[in-house]
């Protein structure tokens, strides 16, 4: 059972644009959530994260919405640029002494953003 | 650099071999994770470390799998006899404190079992 799911593997936006990626997530346990940027030969990079307190996060041309009572959470990239093109993982965790901060992760959407 | 530095970054093996894989995290960071990613996939935790303790083992981590943070800076991934199911981009991350959720990633090591 995949707790966390990215059901759109890949998105193509015009540079510019608006690039919306969602992320579902069915453990009610996570309440904290976070966007990784992963590109070719690299480790993911903490993008964006956002609170189970919070619906809305922004930082610069990033901005996260968090959908407690769908268990959805999603990515907006305003204006989309050619360096965003990159794989975006969503992750998900639980508040727990033994959990500890660690993350489960979705199967990621490849954003393509076109000159 | 003070990233997390994985190595190698590349393992080819033939199955049946052992192989060590090495992680330096951030020097202040106390906690430590392993995960492991398959293509088209996300990473998957494998295991963590709070210092040098390992605190928690995720059920894909078999009997064949070991990790050790000895002194609670570096960490080593081990995998005994290894099967051509366990070829896969193995990452470390790290990051700093009890609730820190944010974790930053080494560049990984990419093993080929053949």
């Known amino acids: 059972d995949q707790q966390v799911k990215q059901n759109s593997p890949s998105l193509s936006v015009q540079e510019g644009r608006i690039s919306i990626l969602n992320c579902d997530y069915t453990n009610s346990m996570f309440d904290y959530f976070l966007w990784y940027k992963k590109y070719p030969a690299e480790g993911p990079t903490f993008l964006i994260s956002i609170s189970s307190i919070k619906d809305k996060n922004e930082d610069g041309r990033f901005t996260v919405f968090l959908n407690k009572s769908a268990k959805h959470l999603s990515l907006h990239i305003v204006p989309s640029q050619p360096g965003d093109s990159a794989v975006y993982f969503c992750?998900?965790?639980?508040?727990?002494?033994?959990?500890?901060?660690?993350?489960?992760f979705g199967d990621g959407t490849t954003l393509t953003v076109k000159p | 650099d003070t990233g997390v530095s994985q190595d190698p970054r590349h393992k080819i093996t033939k199955r049946g071999q052992n192989v060590t894989f090495r992680c330096d995290p951030i020097s202040e960071h106390n906690r430590l994770y392993w995960y492991r990613q398959t293509l088209g996939q996300g990473p998957e935790f494998l295991t963590y470390f709070q210092n040098e303790a390992q605190l928690e083992k995720s059920r894909l981590l078999s009997d064949r799998f070991s990790a050790e943070r000895p002194k609670g800076s570096f960490s080593t991934l081990e995998i005994q006899r290894t099967e051509q199911g366990d070829s896969a981009m193995y990452l470390c991350?790290?990051?700093?404190?009890?609730?820190?959720?944010?974790?930053?990633f080494g560049p990984g090591t990419r093993l080929t079992v053949t």
């Open positions: 991350a790290s990051s700093l404190g009890t609730y820190s959720y944010e974790q930053y």
């Open positions: 992750a998900a965790s639980a508040r727990s002494d033994t959990n500890a901060g660690k993350s489960t």
